[in-house]
């Protein structure tokens, strides 16, 4: 669309760069030159403080950028005037034309530009800029120059080294390459952003050596008297793959062989100094952090032991807890395998602390006996009484914590994850849930977790089932749920949240809502709604209160429906002297659209208008019509972003074999529910519906 202009640019002078075929060598020609011209602010010259954006083009309409933009934030313009001194770069004048495009918004503002068109044609171009000649280099070489940019700079554009450095002298000289910083944050900084397809190193070190002492690959000596001081610190950013802070490998053929040796030295710390040997932190947002991955394999014959991770701690205080670890494993044939093995012990002079450990099976294989995992009993007259009781606390843990979390798996009978039996003549709770989180807290909390596995060829799975009926006339709910947080919260917060996966064959509903009968809603939301796939659906309006009678009517419209998945763009557009006018679309256009329509009509008078130019870099131009006039214009295209190229909308389609017969909407065909194609694809509908009958 058009934008529309309140200020132009009435006076254009150059001032141009001096054209040089050689120059001192103390003082470089840069690449920035000056722009002067007059700001008019509706007929009148501006005056004030203004914000410039300015861009380069190879064509007066469409065209391709040429160098960077350059924006200029509150320029003082006096009287219309104003001067900018402008740098798009190197390689951007060679002898093309060029047209400058500019955009201009008040200093005070933080909005977009208004872009001036048409853009304005450098006509100027007498000028150029040289390289300077290197007069080569006399070894040995010192210099001093005082500068921002690099005091020397290597480019090959072949394949072979920017800069070889050897040293060839006595076998205790010193190395290659000697780089001394005074200043800054780094010593030396490499940095590699080739495109080749294998592997690519920052750095690269190899050391060959045969005889005499140790050897090593880098060699790093840190001295930091008041912060932390790090050997060696890598850091490591991946996109798409992994990512390693350090990668290091062995291959030795004495007795020891380690990847990583580790000597932590804590004998001149302070009291009560800690000490690690391996310290790891590990966050993720999106996939999974381990502290410590280990991968471990023994031959097929041997005898030994196997351990993921083994972990010895030897706690000999007289407080504290003490702590097995985690660990899952793969064993062999024979020996044991413990997904997790935990001891946590307390010896007999410990003169406090806890000492948890528990594994829990209930098996019973008598007829009519009961099993239980575990079993508990609470009596008392005074106070509260638990049957169970768990305290979960959450700190910095990346795992989810339950304060119950119950699973059951039966083949035959009924299931219950959680079974409550009360008192009907008392205020009770079939399960009542009070979670408490610290606000460092990071991880999942849920208030009610059910997970049922249900493996018979018939009857129906239910997380959670709830039926309720009332004679009264009280507001009832089946399930009622409310998500509040506190002040300063920012993390997400969901009233209700449902997922469905779609492994197996059958009709997937993450929410299923169903209002028998005419009238009122199945659904009923008061705020916006987001619909990240597609939204199907028999008919659409939208319902206002009527900007007539508001008090007392309603207003409602249809939606435009179509069988494409349609865009339309509209606007008005002013012709220029020679009777055409470039219409500019938003950035975005051929990103989402293809298969454009046009429609054009002549506002107060007649032309033959027509399209001079297709769409093309988001904009189009339109020709033949009297200067001065303005056209109104429509552009329509169909969606084409990844999303709508994958879901197309299937315009006709054939019913099922078990859905013919059925329809969407029953009654509009003066047909019962019981028709509605709902009954085939969830058959508790119909026993929701019987249910509901028996009660009225």
Known sequence: MEVKKMLKIMVLVLGLMVCVTKVCEAAPMGTAWTYQGRLMDANDAADDLYDFEFSLYDDPCAGTQQGSTVVVDDLDVIDGYFTVELDFGSGIFYGDARWLEIGVRPGKSAGSFDTLIPRTELTPTPYAIYALEANGLTLPYSGTTSSSAAAFSLTNTGTGYAGDFEQTGSSNANGGLNVTTSAGQYGAKILNQGGYSGYSYGLQVDTEKDTGSSAYGIRSITSHNNSYAYGLWASATSTNSGAYGGYFRANAGGTYLRGIYIDADNTRATAGGISYGLQLSSDSYNGMAYGIYSDVGVGSGSTSSLYGIYSYGSHSGTAGNSYGMFSSVYGSDTGNSYGIYSLGRKYSFDTAGTAYGGYFIGDNDRAGGESYGLYTTATGFNGNRYGLYSEVTLSNASNSNYG???????????????????????????????????????????????NVNHQGTSGGVYGVQSYTYSSGSGTNYAGYFSANSSPGDTGSLYGIRAYCDNDTSGNKYAGYFYKSGGGNYAGYFSGNVHVSGTLTKSSGSFKIDHPLDPENKYLSHSFVESPDMMNVYNGNAVLD?????????????EALNFDFRYQLTCIGGFAPVYIAEKISDNRFKIAGGKPGMEVSWQVTGVRHDPYAVAHRVQVEEEKKDEERGYYLNPMAYGLPEEKGIESVRNPRVSETRQVAKKVD
Request: proline share 3%; charged share 20%.
């Open 404 to 450: 119950i979390k119950t699973k059951v798996a039966n083949n035959n009978s009924s299931s219950f994850g959680l079974y409550a039996d009360l008192d009907p003549g008392k205020l009770g709770y079939g399960v009542y849930v009070d979670l408490d989180t610290t606000s460092a807290s990071i991880n999942t909390q849920r208030g009610f977790y059910s």
């Open 577 to 589: 002297k020679t009777g055409e006018a470039c219409v500019r679309l938003p950035e975005y256009f």
